[in-house]
């Protein structure tokens, strides 16, 4: 997890800051990916806001919390498809356990695992504390903000921290309007018009860090906002147990598992 502050003096607290882990080199050439996101018709829409915004994300997220891990040595980690954590929207009913766990092929690139969902794509990262799991949300908003800066009407990757979400009556996109304000400096009109319009492309951390008594309220909120926002790509990332413990869970198309290093022998 990794504080949301953008303070001068913001003191970054990377979780998996001290372990070893990446999932190949994704995104070092972008042509190996087949992008398919809807295309955001941005016409209404400054480009000069458009790359501001891509600038703050990755000036603060890429170039700064990103590039104090990304030189460290690496041992690839191991995925596990883990459709068992989600609410199965059709009502599928799965024959075997293998089939709602699988560990996936070494060397699959979060990057590829994302790109495969296309337009609307929601995705769940889960691990144990200091697996690497904000390091792996960040190298796949590195690849995505990299894309976005190469094609005009590409959402806009933006990453937030969910523990600034209070819960009550607010919702996920009035808390993301909010936070657009806040932690990136925009207006309260440019905000709204990203959110609504759907212009964005959500990587949210922090999901454990939400207070414990406003868990199950966000995964509420964050299923009412998928539905609301269709096309609004969204991947969040949380502590496994956190996760687990809860009776409510997402309408997500997908969730991986970073397998601890006992289970990948």
């Known amino acids: 997890m990794i504080s949301d502050s ?5 003191k970054i607290d990377i979780e998996g800051s001290s372990i070893e882990g990446q999932v190949g080199q994704a995104g070092r050439d972008l042509r190996q990916f087949q992008f398919v996101f809807a295309k955001r018709k941005q016409k209404d829409l400054d480009q ?21 891990i990304s030189d460290r040595p690496l041992v690839e980690n191991r995925l596990e498809e883990r459709l068992d954590v989600l609410e199965q929207a ?38 144990e504390p200091g697996c690497g799991k ?13 894309f976005a800066e190469s094609d005009s009407e590409a959402p806009i990757p933006v990453v937030l921290c ?8 607010q919702s996920v996109a009035n808390w993301l309007i909010q936070e657009l304000q806040k932690r990136y400096r925009i207006s309260k009109k440019l905000s709204k018009k990203l959110v609504e319009e759907e212009y964005l492309l959500l990587l949210l951390d922090g999901f454990s860090e939400v207070h414990p008594n406003q868990q199950e309220t966000c995964v509420q909120a964050l299923n009412q906002f998928i539905k609301r926002y269709g096309k609004t790509e969204t991947i969040v990332c949380s502590r496994i147990q956190e996760y687990l413990n809860l009776s409510n869970r997402l309408q997500f198309q997908r969730a991986v598992c970073i397998l601890a290093r006992s289970a990948q022998i």
């Open 6 to 10: 953008f303070g001068k003096n913001q």
């Open 134 to 146: 904000t390091r792996l949300l960040l190298e796949l908003a590195r690849d995505l903000i990299n």
């Open 48 to 68: 000069r806001d458009r790359q501001a915004l891509l600038n703050k994300v990755k000036n603060f997220w890429i170039k700064g919390v990103l590039a104090q």
């Open 162 to 169: 969910l523990d600034s979400w209070k819960g009550g009556r």
């Open 90 to 127: 059709w009502g599928m009913v799965y024959e075997t356990p293998q089939q709602l766990r699988q560990v996936l092929p070494a060397g699959i690139q979060i990057t590829e695992l994302f790109c495969q969902l296309g337009q609307g794509g929601t995705l769940l990262i889960l691990g």
